[in-house]
């Protein structure tokens, strides 16, 4: 009888809506988007040398890489709400370390922010699996987009304003926001998710459930439609900046750039109208196509700065475009049963194309200048384009039912 003094909304969890999910992606959009130009300045600084902060982060994307496979098998054994909230743990013993600022701490902060990142991703797939439906997984990705805009538009500029006034500051603001990650997983109350009815038997092990992955045709795509999409921002963020310097435009220009291009996700809700008017198959390789075209041309004309400049920037646009449905020919093809391994499966196209790129560069730096990287990427992006004529048409388009034909077709 003392349950009937208990505020409904405690005593039952509300299904989580698709906001509910973007505010959670909204917020570690805020956390990552102050570090992802603080950290490296960072570990540069900890570190000393341009070689040495490569080797830091080659070393921490193996290591994220084997433990994002990892963590659906932690999940059989610690419940998957205590996983993400380690997750945001390690994002704060990051931040701790980081500040400490020797060689050694930094070192183990990129190890520990890599770590979280890949925990917080897995468990965050596989809470959108289990609550949004098939068909609103465009809308969910769309909208995610959208409140992630603000922090990706601002987080880069902020993080190094503040670095330079203050070493430690933007680790205490990332920190700050992962506390209020922390609390808003919480208040959300998502719980364990959706528990799926398994054959009784042993707990796999990751080699197993990457058997099935390799199996799966569909899955190896859209996994691989991840990592390029990846590695075209890795080569944005990372050797734009660099192509600017040596070219004469200053340091400046490739933070202006991203954040502007990070500011094309207020409009990803228009990208995904377009894309529900024609189709998954036809948004995908019309990203991967105008993209990899773009980053040839930004290495053809690098001997207009400027121009390639412009031409990279035309690129993020479709990159952005694929951030909003790239994931979509991976997810939509998940069994329900397979949820939280196929999630650890999908993260780790972050690991490998952060392993990649940088060893496809240096390959690339051997024997060709810095616009060499761009054409490099562009072989990859069209790559993708050619794999993506090989998803079904109506892939992400709604299903004729029983319930929703005309009597036309209900007559056929």
Not at 59 to 85: D, E, K, N, Q
Request: one cysteine or more.
């Amino acid at each position: 009888m003392a349950t009937r003094y208990i505020p409904l909304f405690l005593r039952h969890s509300p299904t989580p809506r698709v906001q509910n999910f973007a505010l959670l992606a909204g917020m570690e959009a805020a956390v990552r988007g102050t570090l992802i130009s603080a950290m490296p300045l960072a570990v540069y600084k900890g570190l000393g040398s341009a070689a040495a902060t490569s080797e830091a982060y080659f070393h921490a994307g193996i290591v994220a890489l084997v433990w994002g496979l990892m963590v659906p098998w932690f999940t059989r054994h610690v419940p998957r709400r205590w996983m993400y909230s380690a997750g945001c743990g390690l994002y704060l013993i990051g931040m701790a370390l980081a500040i400490h600022g020797t060689a050694l701490s930094v070192q183990a902060a990129l190890i520990c922010l890599a770590m979280a990142t890949a925990t917080t991703f897995v468990c965050f797939n596989a809470y959108v699996l289990d609550y949004i439906d098939r068909a609103e997984l465009g809308r969910t990705q769309s909208t995610q987009m959208v409140y992630a805009a603000g922090p990706w538009a601002i987080g880069p500029m902020l993080g190094v304003w503040l670095h330079d006034v203050w070493a430690p500051a933007p680790f205490l603001l990332a920190g700050t926001f992962a506390l209020a990650l922390l609390a808003t997983f919480w208040v959300l109350r998502l719980g364990n998710g959706k528990q799926i009815a398994r054959a009784k038997g042993p707990a796999l092990n990751p080699l197993a459930y990457l058997g099935r992955f390799f199996r799966q045709p569909r899955l190896i795509a859209g996994w691989m439609f991840a990592v390029m999409r990846s590695c075209g921002w890795w080569v944005y963020v990372v050797y734009l900046p660099i192509f600017c310097i040596e070219a004469g435009l200053g340091d400046k220009v490739g933070g202006v750039a991203l954040s502007l291009s990070n500011a094309l996700l207020f409009i990803s809700p228009l990208m995904l109208r377009y894309v529900r008017r024609a189709s998954v198959r036809q948004g995908v390789r019309l990203a991967f196509g105008v993209c990899g075209a773009l980053f040839f041309v930004s290495a053809l004309v690098a001997p207009l700065p400027w121009l390639s400049v412009i031409a990279m920037m035309g690129a993020a646009f479709f990159l952005v475009v694929l951030d909003v449905v790239g994931g979509l020919p991976f997810l939509m093809a998940v069994k329900p049963s397979e949820r939280t391994e196929m999630s650890a499966v999908y993260s780790s196209f972050r690991d490998v194309s952060g392993i990649l790129t940088p060893g496809a560069a240096w390959l690339v730096l051997l024997v060709a200048p810095v616009q060499g990287v761009f054409a490099a990427a562009g072989l990859g992006l069209l790559a993708a384009y050619a794999v993506a004529s090989q998803l079904h048409p109506r892939l992400g388009s709604p299903r004729p039912s029983a319930g929703n034909l005309s009597p036309k077709d209900a007559a056929r």
